[in-house]
């Protein structure tokens, strides 16, 4: 059973830095693109980040790009996200995503999300 | 940037059919992936490649895509399938993954 778990979530405040971790068990995670998708309280899904197989290829989206780091440990099983100088509109949760084999833009495995808030 | 429409809210009755859309321009062109969330919980894929269905998802859940719309068909709704669907598509433009906004379906 593939299962993502998220953490290094907390509070933390304005221009300061979290780095998120997510654990895989249950796949080959070498085999695997990786994402991170967040979810601002009460709104929707928003894509954050992008990490292929052998971390050749990574994207960001625009709101993050310059601010957060996505990388992986394939040796450890484990996707991360350094996050630095936060604002308070990237309190979310912040989940970590298995991408698909065949096109890697479907998001088939999620993880269960850590709470990210910042605040002064 | 690419963006895709959901109606805020659709409410059905129970036993009776849903269909939440997802509009975007020529989305018949993307391929599709549909996301049920419930309340405190992360998402579930239930339908991808506009109408391939995960193992475990069932067959109720049906997706069609064509045109400026896609379609995430909910058949014989049960209490159970009350939550937050979200349509996604990958955007070859930007090379950025785009949600819709979410629709909260309402059993009623």
């Known amino acids: 059973e593939v299962q993502l778990v998220e953490s290094g979530g907390g509070l933390v405040k304005p221009g300061g830095s979290l780095r998120l971790s997510c654990a895989a068990s249950g796949l080959t995670f070498s085999v695997y693109s990786m994402n991170w998708v967040r979810q601002a309280p009460g709104k929707g899904l928003e894509w954050v980040s992008f990490i292929s197989r052998s971390s050749t290829n990574i994207y960001y989206a625009d709101s993050v790009k310059g601010r957060f780091t996505i990388s992986r440990d394939d040796a450890k099983n484990s996707l991360y996200l350094q996050m630095n100088s936060l604002r308070a509109e990237d309190t979310a949760v912040y989940y970590c995503?298995?991408?698909?084999?065949?096109?890697?833009?479907?998001?088939?495995?999620w993880g269960q999300g850590t709470l990210v808030t910042v605040s002064s | 940037s690419y963006v895709l429409t959901q109606p805020p809210s659709v409410s059905v009755a129970p036993g009776k059919t849903a269909r939440i859309t997802c509009g975007g321009n020529d989305i018949g062109s993307k391929s599709v992936h549909w996301y049920q969330q419930k309340p405190g919980q992360a998402p579930v894929l239930v339908i991808y490649?506009?109408?391939d269905r995960p193992s475990g998802i069932p067959e109720r859940f049906s997706g069609s895509n064509s045109g400026n719309t896609a379609t995430l068909t909910i058949s014989r709704v049960e209490a159970g399938d009350e939550a937050d669907y979200y349509c996604q598509v990958w955007d070859s433009n930007s090379g950025h993954w785009v949600f819709g906004g979410g629709t909260k379906l309402s059993v009623l």
């Open positions: 490649y506009d109408s």
């Open positions: 995503a298995r991408g698909d084999r065949r096109t890697v833009t479907v998001f088939d495995y």
